[in-house]
């Protein structure tokens, strides 16, 4: 027999009635093959959730802040033709259980509250895509993932019980394909070991999908893209991109690493101990290929552009003159890790350190600074991008960095590191 696909479809590519009709064609050229489907949230959903969640600390209930969500997915349940009592009553019941959850705990913290809302876009994306899809004749099964996707309890970056979602995900699947051709079930959210709900991470759905493949020894994972594949630069910022053909799980996890937005860092680990293929494929062209990683990776890549923006650099220095070593160096990175601070590059010279980090929010980097201490004193420069090159060409690096200040470079083996800033911004900076 075939082994299972997973399929990964992300918020844009459901994020109206036109784009789901596309997701069930794509479906429908699989014919009864066995899938996995897991699914973000519609469109924008997630962030209007976090909007949610700020409006209820003015007082009002879920119930009330979400109501204007719940018109949004039910009028695209309309023009879907979808029976809307029915997918009302669903969203109603998940959104009373969020709400139950949140005033029976005695302390719920802002994390673990943010868990119990944010989680309803993938819970109300999957819901009415299940509906749809056995509407139209396919044979679908909705599957709450935290029934088998066990997580630590440390909300919105929950870390996944491996063998027990192994486990449970081997216990479950195969019994629903015995009646179902796929499964439409939700990414990003789990459970903890309290029997609450968890999410992974802003963008974690990409994940899930590599855990389901990795549980289930897939045949492959595809995750459906709004491009045709992994390219060497975001296309909307760079002109000249070109679709790589073929990329090694390594060279993946290099520049997913470096800030690649094209999959969450997370995915490719888990497929590639189990040397399950990943296929990033276009939505809008399913019948074309787009890029496979797999353990065959080109020979040589064409320089690839990754691009981070909003970044600090930061030159911490010691106030006494005194070396910065292993003491300084660890006293940093525990300040960082408090303050849940991202570093993306770093470097040390005789009495300072040079950070560059993701900008966590003014109120987040006073704090970082004052956790430092007073002995050490802090040079800070915003608004910069960082960007990596890999398998980079002089002529290239020249033209990224035209017009622009470099602060920070640095070279390892084929990656290149810059720190830049508009040239005109930063003297005006220095002038004022
Ligand atoms: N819906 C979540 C987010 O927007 C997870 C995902 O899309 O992967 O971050
Ligand atoms: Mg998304």
Same mark, same amino acid.
């Given at each position: 027999?075939?082994?299972?696909?997973?399929?990964?479809?992300?918020?844009?590519?459901?994020?109206?009635?036109?784009?789901?009709?596309?997701?069930?064609?794509?479906?429908?050229?699989?014919?009864?093959?066995?899938?996995?489907?897991?699914?973000?949230?519609?469109?924008?959903?997630?962030?209007?959730?976090?909007?949610?969640?700020?409006?209820?600390?003015?007082?009002?209930?879920?119930?009330?802040?979400?109501?204007?969500?719940?018109?949004?997915?039910?009028?695209?349940?309309?023009?879907?033709?979808?029976?809307?009592?029915?997918?009302?009553?669903?969203?109603?019941?998940?959104?009373?259980?969020?709400?139950?959850?949140?005033?029976?705990?005695?302390?719920?913290?802002?994390?673990?509250?943010?868990?119990?809302?944010?989680?309803?876009?993938?819970?109300?994306?999957?819901?009415?895509?299940?509906?749809?899809?056995?509407?139209?004749?396919?044979?679908?099964?909705?599957?709450?993932?935290?029934?088998?996707?066990?997580?630590?309890?440390?909300?919105?970056?929950?870390?996944?019980?491996?063998?027990?979602?192994?486990?449970?995900?081997?216990?479950?699947?195969?019994?629903?394909?015995?009646?179902?051709?796929?499964?439409?079930?939700?990414?990003?959210?789990?459970?903890?070991?309290?029997?609450?709900?968890?999410?992974?991470?802003?963008?974690?759905?990409?994940?899930?999908?590599?855990?389901?493949?990795?549980?289930?020894?897939?045949?492959?994972?595809?995750?459906?893209?709004?491009?045709?594949?992994?390219?060497?630069?975001?296309?909307?910022?760079?002109?000249?991109?070109?679709?790589?053909?073929?990329?090694?799980?390594?060279? &993946? /996890?290099?520049? %997913?690493?470096?800030?690649?937005?094209?999959?969450?860092? +997370?995915?490719? *680990?888990? $497929?590639?101990?189990? =040397?399950?293929?990943?296929?990033?494929?276009?939505?809008?062209?399913?019948?074309?290929?787009?890029?496979?990683?797999?353990?065959?990776?080109?020979?040589?890549?064409?320089?690839?552009?990754?691009?981070?923006?909003?970044?600090?650099?930061?030159?911490?220095?010691?106030?006494?003159?005194?070396?910065?070593?292993?003491?300084?160096?660890?006293?940093?990175?525990?300040?960082?890790?408090?303050?849940?601070?991202?570093?993306?590059?770093?470097?040390?010279? &005789? /009495?300072?350190? %040079?950070?560059?980090?993701?900008?966590?929010?003014?109120? +987040?980097?006073? *704090?970082? $600074?004052?956790?430092? =201490?007073?002995?050490?004193?802090?040079?800070?420069?915003?608004?910069?991008?960082?960007?990596?090159?890999?398998?980079?060409?002089?002529?290239?690096?020249?033209?990224?960095?035209?017009?622009?200040?470099?602060?920070?470079?640095?070279?390892?083996?084929?990656?290149?590191?810059?720190?830049?800033?508009?040239?005109?911004?930063?003297?005006?900076?220095?002038?004022?």
């Amino acid at each position: 027999m075939a082994g299972y696909k997973v399929f990964k479809f992300g918020g844009s590519s459901v994020k109206d009635a036109e784009h789901i009709k596309n997701v069930k064609s794509i479906l429908e050229k699989y014919g009864n093959d066995k899938i996995v489907m897991v699914v973000s949230a519609m469109g924008k959903t997630t962030n209007a959730l976090e909007s949610v969640i700020d409006r209820m600390d003015d007082e009002h209930t879920l119930n009330r802040s979400i109501k204007g969500l719940i018109e949004d997915h039910l009028s695209i349940a309309k023009e879907l033709d979808i029976d809307t009592n029915i997918y009302r009553l669903k969203l109603e019941n998940l959104v009373q259980n969020a709400e139950d959850t949140i005033n029976n705990h005695t302390s719920p913290s802002a994390d673990f509250i943010y868990d119990q809302v944010v989680s309803l876009g993938e819970l109300f994306s999957t819901s009415l895509i299940e509906l749809y899809l056995n509407k139209n004749g396919l044979s679908a099964a909705w599957l709450d993932v935290r029934t088998v996707l066990k997580t630590d309890n440390d909300y919105r970056r929950a870390k996944v019980h491996f063998q027990r979602t192994n486990a449970e995900v081997n216990k479950c699947i195969p019994q629903i394909f015995e009646s179902s051709d796929i499964i439409v079930t939700q990414g990003f959210i789990g459970e903890s070991d309290e029997g609450y709900t968890t999410t992974l991470g802003r963008e974690g759905s990409d994940y899930t999908a590599a855990i389901f493949a990795y549980c289930l020894d897939a045949e492959e994972v595809t995750i459906w893209k709004d491009v045709p594949g992994i390219l060497t630069a975001d296309p909307k910022r760079f002109e000249n991109v070109e679709k790589i053909e073929r990329m090694s799980y390594r060279e &993946a /996890i290099e520049m %997913t690493y470096y800030g690649a937005k094209v999959i969450h860092p +997370k995915t490719i *680990q888990p $497929i590639q101990n189990k =040397g399950i293929q990943l296929i990033v494929n276009s939505y809008l062209k399913p019948d074309k290929t787009g890029t496979i990683i797999s353990d065959k990776g080109l020979l040589n890549y064409p320089p690839i552009v990754v691009i981070e923006d909003d970044v600090i650099l930061m030159q911490i220095s010691s106030k006494d003159f005194s070396f910065i070593q292993e003491d300084h160096l660890s006293h940093i990175f525990r300040r960082l890790k408090e303050s849940n601070i991202a570093l993306l590059a770093m470097r040390n010279s &005789a /009495i300072s350190f %040079t950070l560059c980090i993701k900008h966590p929010g003014d109120q +987040k980097l006073d *704090q970082f $600074i004052e956790l430092l =201490g007073p002995q050490f004193g802090s040079d800070i420069f915003k608004g910069l991008q960082l960007l990596t090159v890999r398998h980079f060409q002089e002529s290239l690096i020249q033209s990224l960095t035209e017009k622009k200040i470099v602060l920070f470079e640095e070279i390892l083996k084929d990656t290149i590191r810059l720190a830049v800033k508009p040239a005109l911004e930063l003297k005006e900076k220095t002038n004022s």
